[in-house]
């Protein structure tokens, strides 16, 4: 057992100027590179969002979001308080509100 002291894996040490180097030359290379991520493509993790949306939906039903969503809200009202949500009801549904900006958009 004593000859296995000192030996280890062939290649530059884990996290190594050389390690570094060798990485950065392969990035890229594999198949799941050159797809792209969700930030290359924005409808592909949509699409993967609303696959895993509806996979939620059919295991637990409607009424989960219903649960989870009246959480959220109790955890937002304990943490900001009323007045956060009498100021996001101001701006309504429109996207296009801003922060602090009580007028309704115009059509």
Do not use: C, L, W
Not at 77 to 102: L, M
């Amino acid at each position: 057992m004593a000859e296995d002291r000192g030996k280890r894996s062939p290649g530059p040490a884990a996290g190594s100027e050389g390690a570094m180097r060798i990485s950065a030359a392969h990035r890229g290379s594999h198949d799941h590179d050159k797809r792209g991520g969700f930030a290359a493509n924005p409808d592909r993790a949509r699409q993967a969002g609303a696959r895993g949306g509806a996979t939620v939906k059919e295991r637990y039903g409607s009424e989960f979001y219903q649960r989870i969503g009246a959480k959220g809200g109790q955890t937002v009202r304990a943490k900001h308080g009323r007045d956060h949500f009498v100021e996001i009801g101001k701006i309504g549904g429109s996207r296009k509100g801003k922060k602090g900006d009580s007028t309704p958009p115009s059509e």
